[in-house]
T-cell receptor, first 112, second 117 residues
């Protein structure tokens, strides 16, 4: 079956630090990969996506590269801000599946 | 454009009472999903619809939970009778699919926080 494994949080960083949140997956076929972000008190929103191997998704300074050889989709940002404090979810959509498989989420706190 | 609209935003009720949560998806979206989020269990998919038809309800915890989508612009999630362990944030999400599959780009509402005393 499909599964997504994220690094456990919480992650606490100082402002302007480099961020990496690891995500690995198991899936049949060639999945599409996503990062969603949930700010406090809100629903999840799509942050970025990649639909095939070696694609790089990017948005708001965040990046993630679809690595088929390592079945990974790690989220990175070069310089985090306090406003990036949120929960980040990695997810996949495999083949003709009509529902996402989400990871457990990683809480990020950025301190000023 | 209006996003996914959920109501109520907060609900406090007593054990045994009926709870109805409501969702209006984004116009034109053909997929609708109900999720539940708790600290202990994370984000759980309860049920989803495609073109108003329930496709997979295997995530519905038990017979106390039911969901309907009478038309393309409205869905309800009902819990009867409610129990304290149902306390959670319930999210509705919608998306636009291709001819065969969901695109994976979900738009979430702000959630309904349910507390059952």
């Amino acid at each position: 079956g499909n599964s997504v494994t994220q690094m456990e949080g919480p992650v606490t960083l100082s402002e302007e630090a480099f961020l990496t949140i690891n995500c690995t997956y198991t899936a049949t076929g060639y999945p599409s990969l996503f990062w969603y972000v949930q700010y406090p008190g809100e629903g999840l929103q799509l942050l970025l996506k990649a639909t095939k191997a070696d694609d790089k998704g990017s948005n708001k300074g965040f990046e993630a590269t679809y690595r088929k050889e390592t079945t990974s989709f790690h989220l990175e940002k070069g310089s985090v801000q306090v406003s990036d404090s949120a929960v980040y979810f990695c997810a996949l959509l495999s083949g003709s599946a009509r529902q996402l498989t989400f990871g457990s989420g990683t809480q990020l706190t950025v301190l000023p | 454009d209006a996003g996914v609209i959920q109501s109520p935003r907060h609900e406090v009720t007593e054990m045994g009472q009926e709870v109805t949560l409501r969702c209006k998806p984004i116009s034109g979206h053909d997929y609708l999903f109900w999720y539940r989020q708790t600290m202990m269990r994370g984000l759980e998919l309860l049920i989803y619809f495609n073109n108003n038809v329930p496709i997979d309800d295997s995530g519905m915890p038990e017979d106390r939970f039911s969901a309907k989508m009478p038309n393309a612009s409205f869905s309800t999630l009902k819990i009867q009778p409610s129990e304290p362990r149902d306390s959670a944030v319930y999210f509705c999400a919608s998306s636009l699919g291709t001819s065969k599959a969901n695109t994976g780009e979900l738009f979430f509402g702000e959630g309904s926080r349910l507390t059952v005393l």
